[in-house]
């Protein structure tokens, strides 16, 4: 992540590898004329930096704009299976990020973890629940 003080930005850079995998890119969401709208990010999918030595990476940055969000989370969490055998997928976290505007990031993050348990029950955990998320507080 980088921070350009004197333009006012904030650009998250994810490194992708040029080998498609099934990891989810970040979802994003603006503040702003565009608020309410939660858009997934394609491109910033892979695997995990240094897993592979002869692992070629491409590079793909983000503006995030005042208020903007943005939610990084692995496959385990989109993945999520309920007690019906059901997946949890990607709309309950944009509908959960249009909802929590007024949250913290960490907040946010809490927020989501305990949506995906609710979501899964006693259905035993699959995978991991990993998420991180980013809010831009300054202009």
Excluded at 76 to 105: F, H, I, K, Q
Aim: proline fraction near 6%.
């Amino acid at each position: 992540m980088s921070c350009r003080p004197r333009s006012r930005s904030l650009h998250l850079t994810s490194v992708n590898i040029d080998e498609p995998e099934n990891h989810p890119g970040p979802v994003t969401s603006r503040s702003g004329p565009a608020a309410g709208r939660c858009d997934r990010r394609e491109g910033a999918t892979g695997v995990p930096l240094g897993l592979f030595a002869s692992a070629r990476f491409g590079v793909n940055t983000y503006h995030l704009g005042a208020g903007d969000r943005l939610l990084l989370y692995t496959d385990g969490v989109s993945e999520a299976v309920n007690e019906r055998g059901e997946e949890y997928g990607l709309s309950p976290l944009c509908t959960l990020m249009c909802r929590s505007r007024g949250l913290s990031a960490s907040e946010h993050t809490r927020a989501a973890l305990e949506e995906v348990e609710r979501f899964r029950g006693s259905a035993p955990v699959g995978d991991d629940l990993t998420l991180a998320a980013l809010r831009r507080t300054a202009a």
